[in-house]
């Protein structure tokens, strides 16, 4: 596809259209919350190596000074959300359940920045390389929830030719509303990291993909992408999984990403809208990644929002932010419903790819059963990438993973849409997760 050709709202196949409930959260404007005492950052915040620790307990640290380097091409530094010292390295819950290890920054009240990095506000006359520098020194990764390092992302190998940046402001995973507010209140980030991206990517054509039900957001930034013709902004029919890479790509452009592909394979590179507003503060303030806006919300929750959230905060601090609960809980998600990771704590910290904080009331979690397969299709019809899921949750439930392999495991999003509509109540995502898990395993033992 040229890049002067019309782009159409296409459906990608499969996918359900659960209440989304973002009503709750929607209409308020993004929230500061007061500084913290402490706050706790998990080390590893980024998919590949993990950073490592620059400092050790008794140190004093500056807000946004560097505490821990990349620790290879595929990981990005840590910052000191607030100025103070270095309290303990421990080990806390993380988002998936898995003990992490996390380090302590003791506030010292003053919030006092270090010696910024350079600002490049005139970042259009700059080079390539600097600014892909930048992207990585400030500890960027994708906020959409997949954490991927954003300056690997945006270096595709030489061979692999891009010409459309895709950027996701779909937001179709139910409750989660940090996307749509951002896009309102923050729009010239958003186009402004947007361009940034395209220029390290040497490309011009940038699409913008927005789900129908975010009206203003659609309107705010058509009105601003006015300044750079190359901007499309398409709104798409209200779908998840619609915020996929994939289903997003032929949603945008008609290009089809085939089992096993990336992307880049059909000329796209994908970014989240959070993401570029993070670019933007990097390049043309010199802030590094230290909070993100994030969604708390549930029925159980008084004063639901959304917030910005240093890196460190305790889930129990985001909620006194929140008001606290005005009613019992029956389960606390990070993320989504569809695609986030329940909690057993509210010591779980905030991390670069949170992008919510769920409470449910306990008439809203559904209890599983976990009874036979009924063979009735309907996770087969809903699935997004096309999968035999029927099938996949038999030889998983049986420990047969050479099997699973052979049957495009691999390629299940996680989205939770077997899940969602199985009359039986199989917990299908969980042994589609045990499988990719024990899969993988088994190819690092084999290399």
């Given at each position: 596809m040229k890049n002067n050709m019309p782009i159409h709202p296409k459906h990608f196949e499969g996918g359900i259209h659960p209440a989304d409930h973002?009503?709750?959260?929607?209409?308020?404007?993004?929230?500061?919350i007061p500084l913290l005492d402490k706050y706790t950052l998990v080390i590893q915040q980024n998919i590949g190596a993990p950073p490592k620790l620059n400092v050790q307990k008794g140190d004093t640290v500056l807000k946004g000074q560097k505490i821990a380097d990349a620790g290879g091409f595929v990981s990005v530094p840590l910052h000191?959300?607030?100025?103070?010292?270095?309290?303990?390295?421990l080990e806390i819950p993380g988002a998936n359940g898995a003990p992490v290890q996390a380090v302590e920054i003791i506030s010292d009240g003053k919030d006092e920045w270090c010696?910024?990095?350079t600002p490049y506000p005139n970042w259009r006359d700059q080079n390539r390389e600097l600014l892909l520098?930048?992207?990585?020194?400030?500890?960027i990764v994708g906020m959409g929830g997949a954490a991927f390092p954003t300056?690997?992302?945006l270096s595709p190998p030489p061979e692999k030719i891009i010409d459309t940046l895709v950027i996701n402001g779909a937001e179709c995973e139910p409750y989660l509303t940090a996307d749509d507010r951002l896009m309102r209140e923050y729009p010239e980030q958003v186009?402004?990291?947007?361009?940034?991206?395209?220029?390290i990517l040497r490309i011009s054509h940038i699409v913008i993909g927005i789900e129908e039900n975010k009206p203003d957001a659609i309107n705010i930034l058509r009105r601003k992408a006015k300044r750079n013709r190359n901007i499309q902004i398409i709104p798409l029919h209200v779908r998840y999984p619609?915020?996929?890479?994939?289903?997003?790509?032929?949603?945008?452009?008609?290009?089809?990403?085939?089992?096993?592909?990336?992307?880049?394979?059909?000329g796209c590179v994908v970014q989240n809208v959070g993401t570029l507003k993070a670019i933007a503060d990097a390049v043309t303030e010199g802030r590094p990644l230290i909070e993100r806006i994030v969604t708390v919300t549930g029925t159980p929750v008084k004063d639901t929002g959304n917030f910005h959230l240093r890196l460190g905060t305790p889930v129990?601090?985001?909620?006194?932010a929140a008001g606290g609960l005005q009613s019992p809980v029956g389960k606390l998600i990070l993320g989504g419903p569809m695609m986030g990771f329940a909690q057993s704590s509210l010591k779980v910290s905030v991390s670069k790819n949170t992008s919510g904080i769920l409470f449910l009331a306990n008439d809203e979690v559904r209890q599983f059963e976990a009874g036979p397969c009924l063979s009735c299709g309907r996770c087969v019809d809903a699935c997004p990438m096309r999968l035999l899921v029927s099938t996949l949750s038999k030889v998983c439930e049986n420990e047969r993973y050479d099997l699973a392999e052979e049957n495009y495991v691999l390629s299940c999003l996680e989205c939770g849409i077997c899940t969602y509509v199985c009359p039986a109540g199989r917990p299908n995502v969980q042994h589609f997760r045990r499988a990719k898990a024990e899969i993988n395993e088994k190819r690092r033992k084999n290399k």
């Open positions: 973002k009503e709750l959260s929607a209409a308020g404007l993004i929230r500061n000191a959300p607030t100025s103070g010292t270095i309290g303990e390295i010696e910024p990095m520098e930048r992207v990585r020194e400030a500890g300056h690997a992302k186009l402004t990291g947007a361009e940034i991206c395209a220029k619609q915020g996929g890479e994939k289903q997003l790509i032929y949603a945008l452009t008609g290009r089809k990403v085939v089992a096993g592909g990336l992307p880049m394979d059909v129990e601090k985001a909620l006194e």
